[in-house]
């Protein structure tokens, strides 16, 4: 019973493609989160989710869109793919109140050719 | 311009002795600090996180002590195991957002 699971684990696709990663988290909490970890190990949020609300978009390309039918589910969907999307992708959730950990899930590994 | 640092890409521990990684961090606001470990192929877990109005916080083998003076803080993991062997992310985070900041991350070898 994974508490954050993200599919697909692994994406390879052609530059210009459209491609979805999907995360769901079975923890009830309230916020979800979309980070990228770049080659340089950077682990940077692009997204922030409140109760299917967006919270948090930190100048991300328009090409990536992130969308949550229900607070349970945070999806992000990638147009005209570029080399430079190449990264891992992880969702994470949290909840509103107390400290402010995050749980993470296993994480995409996005490689655009 | 990172705001949470982590200065040693690496850093190699005898089995048993004490592991000490460091972080500094430029913005006062920070509310929060936390560790969080990451396995290959995994995503980070929550280790250990400590308010900006403590200068400790103990866990079992995990401590965390913060020098807001200095801006520095630093988990100590005592005695060390090899499944302690990852690589360690230090974050910060303000009460006004749910931003987290990561720093680059440290990579802990325990050695047997």
Redesign the interface.
Same mark, same amino acid.
């Not at chain 1, 340089?40 to 949020?45: G, Q, S």
């Not at chain 1, 400290?99 to 994480?107: A, H, L």
């Not at chain 2, 957002?97 to 987290?100: E, G, N, S």
């Given at each position: 019973d994974t508490a954050?699971s993200q599919t697909p684990k692994y994406l390879v696709t052609q530059m210009g493609n459209d491609k979805s990663i999907k995360c769901e988290q079975n923890l009830g909490h309230d916020?979800m989160?979309w980070y990228k970890q770049d080659s340089?190990?950077?682990?940077?949020?692009m997204f %922030?989710y409140?109760n299917k609300e967006l919270?948090?978009n930190?100048t991300v390309p328009n090409r990536f869109s992130p969308k949550s039918p229900d607070k349970a589910h945070l999806n992000l969907h990638i147009n005209s793919l570029e080399l430079g999307d190449s990264a891992v992708y992880?969702c994470?959730s %949290?909840q509103a109140s107390g400290?402010? %950990?995050?749980?993470? $899930?296993? $994480?995409t590994r996005l490689t655009v050719l | 311009d990172q705001q949470v640092k982590q200065n040693s890409p690496s850093l190699s521990v005898q089995e048993g002795r004490i592991s000490i990684l460091n972080c500094d961090y430029t913005n006062s606001m920070f509310d929060?600090f936390?560790w969080?470990k990451k396995y290959p192929?995994?995503?980070?877990? #929550?280790l250990i996180?400590i308010s900006s109005i403590k200068d400790k916080n103990e866990d079992g083998r995990f401590t965390v002590f913060l020098n807001k003076s200095a801006k520095h803080l630093s988990l100590h993991i005592v005695p060390s195991q090899p499944g302690d062997s990852a690589v360690y #992310?230090c974050a910060a985070?303000t009460n006004r957002?749910?931003?987290?900041i #990561?720093g680059?991350?440290t990579r802990l070898h325990i050695l047997p």
């Open positions: 954050v916020t989160y340089k190990k950077f682990l940077k949020i %922030s409140n919270i948090i930190e992880f994470a %949290s400290v402010p %950990s995050q749980y993470f $899930g296993p $994480g | 929060y936390l969080y192929a995994e995503g980070p877990t #929550f996180s #992310f985070n957002d749910d931003k987290i #990561f680059k991350g």
